[in-house]
């Protein structure tokens, strides 16, 4: 293993047995025993299908992980991430050794700490004094090395009052800080750190992320962090694994991975029309067609960061007791939603809404020198207020991209890389010269 490398996984993969407790039958660990004996390969490592966990499958067997490869050198954040079921907390497991894996390898140099479900190893009878020292002791450092952190530990995890109270009687936020505090005090060189920090406040969310910068900036400790908050992937990690039906789908810089899972595999649609009889919705409003287009009405993908985005919605409306309305939300690469708009921003809306069975064409338009560079997507819904009722929704309903064009180098004066901001405004400037001779 390099000498720079402080975790290496080889071709892992973790199979499980469908709807029994265990790894399978009597006749099946004899069937293994006797494929060992003779030195023969395990004959249900054969088979087997990958992780959907929406698709019922034929087989008995299950690959949570299969072919799983990366390394992560000493200093690294490795962000994970994926869909639910992807894989990735089976993969924290085998590296935390809760579990093993089925078939492959990792190499480890140093102690591993992991933070992997609220109050994993504390003993809810004893208290949060009592479980430091045994954490600490897990970790293999003594008790003296221990006494040197606790008073540290207990000032970052907040709960000096409670410290000498059983964990039993902790919240689940308090669990969570506590066990944070102790795995990033305790100086493993390897902190596994999975979704559990998102059961703290902003606040405790907010000093974690900046204790683990520094345990990898300062100390040169490695992080493995597991989230579904991109923000924060983005912010901490330097490197991304994305997992997909328990296998690795991509490993890159941040950016790039995020924008593949955040936009998916989504081919660019720039507009989608239902056939008659097939429209989406309910007896209230059923869509008909949607689409993107720029200024001339065509279809369009990519809009120069200085045209007019328009977003055009056909829709039968049948609701006879409420007025429905289109909406819309604009939302980033960082699955940030940017804005909302719907009909009620025309004034003379309600006059469209005739409460009987009609075709609503509706249409807004994003002024232009607004939205930055990015790639966005739109969620589409239609509805009605006060009650509060969606009939149909699609929560990617549409995409398309804003760029800067080069030849627009004449009129605007164009900086290194993406502007910062979420959007992109030419605001009014007043300026005058007052040089006096």
Known sequence: MNSEVILNVEKVG?????????????????????????????PYLKVGE????????????????KDISFNVKRGEVLGIIGKNGAGKSTLLKILSRVTSPTV????????????????????????????????GAILGMTKAEIAMKIDEIVDFSGCLRYIDTPVKRYS????????????????PDILIVDEV????????????????KDISNSDGRTVLFVSHDMNAILKLTTKVVLLEHGTVKNIGSPKEIIDEYIIGETQAKSSRIWAQGQE???????????SVTNSQNEFNFNFDLTEKIKINIEYLDTNT??????????????????????????????????NNESVI?????????????????????IGNYNPNMIHVKIDNALTFRVIDKPDYEKDRIQVGGKWPGLIRPILQWDIENSTSL
């Open 50 to 65: 990958a992780n959907d966990r929406s698709d019922k499958g034929r087989s008995s067997y299950v690959w949570a992980l």
């Open 280 to 290: 989406l919705g309910n007896s209230y409003a059923k869509l008909k067609s949607i």
């Open 104 to 135: 492959g390898s990792i190499k480890t140099k140093g102690r591993i700490a992991s933070l992997l479900e609220v109050g994993t190893g504390f003993h809810p009878e004893m208290t949060g004094r009592e479980n430091i020292y045994l954490n």
């Open 172 to 187: 689940s936020g308090m669990k969570v800080r506590l066990a944070f505090a102790v795995a990033a005090h305790l100086e």
């Open 14 to 42: 973790k199979q499980y047995r469908l709807g029994l407790v265990g790894t399978g039958t009597i006749s099946h660990d004899l069937n293994r025993w006797w494929s060992r004996l003779r030195g023969k390969e395990d």
């Open 321 to 354: 007791d409420y007025t429905n309305t289109a909406i819309i939300h604009i939302i980033d690469e960082k699955d940030v939603v940017l804005f909302a708009s719907n009909e009620f921003d025309n004034p003379d809306w309600k006059s469209f809404h005739k």
């Open 197 to 212: 920090l998102a059961v703290g406040d902003a606040e405790f969310q907010k000093k974690a992320i900046g204790k683990m």
């Open 361 to 381: 064409k509706a249409s807004c338009t994003i002024p232009g020198s607004f939205l930055a560079e990015g790639r966005y997507r739109i969620l589409v819904a």
